[in-house]
T-cell receptor, first 112, second 112 residues
Framework: SAVISQKPSRDICQRGTSLTIQCQVDSQVTMMFWYRQQPGQSLTLIATANQGSEATYESGFVIDKFPISRPNLTFSTLTVSNLSPEDSSIYLC?????????FGSGTRLTVV | SQQGEEDPQALSIQEGENATMNCSYK?????LQWYRQNSGRGLVHLIL?????REKHSGRLRVTLDTSKKSSSLLITASRAADTASYFC????????????FGQGTTLQVKP
């Protein structure tokens, strides 16, 4: 199965600023996924990052708030923009290869 | 929106006892997976069961799937204190896109 390196592992940010999270995969994958886990909650899919095209966002998530880049088949970034305390969550990237699903170790974001 | 409903939301047992968690979902699936998460850290993939399978075992884990009832159960036998964690079911829909819809999770506490 694929191995994902996700950075940063945690950050504390001021409200109104932005945080960019990176995920590097050790193999080429067609689609990468970004999830949010709010405190005490389950994971919710934010968007699917497609190489060569715009990301596909789930209901309730918009590109202006969560811009995503996917410059190649092994890398993606998620930016959380105009931060507010409600954005404090764990953000995880994921890939799915044949029969195997892998998650990054997560980024714990605290907005103060 | 969440695909899966899990019960119980919280479970507390003594070491050595068995723990059973249930998951229900709403739409047709390609597969269903169970994950463990310790204290808000990364997700650990436990087991995947395909829609044409009814039961699967892995060590002390036993997963069943009933597609007619759109439900699954995870049984952990002879529990250990180290099994204390949150457990999530996740479904990959019949379109097999690789994106997962997570249940709400069950928090398991195993007392030594």
């Amino acid at each position: 199965s694929a191995v994902i390196s996700q950075k940063p592992s945690r950050d504390i940010c001021q409200r109104g600023t932005s945080l960019t999270i990176q995920c590097q995969v050790d193999s080429q994958v067609t689609m990468m996924f970004w999830y949010r886990q709010q405190p005490g909650q389950s994971l919710t899919l934010i968007a699917t990052a497609n190489q060569g095209s715009e990301a596909t966002y789930e209901s309730g998530f918009v590109i202006d708030k969560f811009p995503i880049s996917r410059p190649n088949l092994t890398f993606s970034t998620l930016t959380v923009s105009n931060l507010s305390p409600e954005d404090s969550s764990i953000y995880l990237c994921s890939v799915a290869t044949t029969g195997s699903y892998t998650f990054g170790s997560g980024t714990r974001l605290t907005v103060v | 929106s969440q695909q899966g409903e899990e019960d119980p939301q919280a479970l507390s047992i003594q070491e050595g006892e068995n723990a059973t968690m249930n998951c229900s979902y709403k739409t047709s699936i390609n597969n269903l997976q169970w994950y463990r998460q310790n204290s808000g850290r990364g997700l650990v993939h436990l087991i995947l069961i395909r829609s044409n399978e009814r039961e699967k075992h892995s060590g002390r884990l036993r997963v069943t799937l009933d597609t007619s009832k759109k439900s699954s159960s995870l049984l952990i036998t002879a529990s250990r204190a180290a099994d204390t964690a949150s457990y999530f079911c996740a479904t990959d829909l019949s379109s097999n896109t690789g994106k997962l819809i997570f249940g709400q999770g069950t928090t398991l506490q195993v007392k030594p």
